[in-house]
């Protein structure tokens, strides 16, 4: 069964960067891409960016764009965020999400358990 | 400020039909496919609707899907207590994915 296990939650200042993993299982790695969604508390889904594991491609929303990095190691089956320079506006539960379909960009069919950024002074 | 536009908070008794609107563009909605998502409190969202109107596996046939225009709708029918739970639509906008704002759905 398709299985997406997140890294723990995290705790950093402004400024500081962070990187949250995303170990899938169940499924070929690289067929499939992954999305990042993040929700601030008490408020809605807000995407992140998308990774394409087979080429590495991404794309990345502009509220984060310049701070975001989205890597993976099909090595591990690991996909990897990392968003610098963060804000207090950043403190949030972020989601990896797999693609429903393989061959293309498609809706979110599979989710990670979530991990909770929270940025503090 | 999302680009898509749902209503807050939409409610119903049980065995009633209900129905969230998702607004958009040309840009988004007129131009690409919709997926729904049911989230309760303190869980992951899941995915309820894809591709305008189709139900994943294992996703109840009362929960439904349709668009016109630059608008779609998600018709839950025979609403039951466990249908409360946050509904959000999306889809795509000049390569990027976009969420609408989210809907409460109360079970009166």
């Known amino acids: 069964q398709v299985q997406l296990v997140q890294s723990g939650g995290e705790m950093k200042r402004p400024g500081a960067s962070v990187k949250v993993s995303c170990k899938a299982s169940?499924?070929?790695?690289?067929?499939?891409?992954i999305s990042w969604v993040r929700q601030a508390p008490g408020q809605g889904l807000e995407w992140v960016g998308w990774v394409n594991p087979y080429n590495g491609h991404t794309n990345y929303a502009r509220e984060v764009q310049g701070r975001v990095t989205m890597t993976r190691d099909t090595s591990t089956n690991t996909a990897y965020m990392e968003l610098g320079s963060l804000k207090s506006d950043d403190t949030a539960i972020y989601y990896c999400?797999?693609?429903?379909?393989?061959?293309?960009?498609?809706?979110?069919?599979?989710w990670g358990q979530g991990t909770l950024v929270t940025v503090f002074s | 400020q999302s680009v898509l536009t749902q209503p807050p908070s939409a409610s119903g008794t049980p065995g009633q039909r209900v129905t969230i609107s998702c607004s958009g563009s040309t840009s988004n909605i007129g131009s690409k496919t919709v997926s729904w998502y049911q989230q309760f409190p303190g869980t992951t969202p899941r995915l309820l609707i894809y591709?305008?109107?189709q139900r994943p596996s294992g996703v109840p046939d009362r929960f439904s899907g349709s668009k016109s225009g630059t608008s779609a709708s998600l018709a839950i029918s025979g609403l039951q207590s466990e249908d409360e739970a946050d509904y959000y639509c999306a889809t795509w906008d000049g390569g990027l994915r976009v969420f609408g704002g989210g809907t409460k759905l109360t079970v009166l």
């Open positions: 591709n305008d109107n």
């Open positions: 169940g499924y070929t790695f690289t067929n499939y891409g």
């Open positions: 999400a797999r693609d429903r379909d393989s061959g293309g960009w498609s809706p979110e069919a599979y």
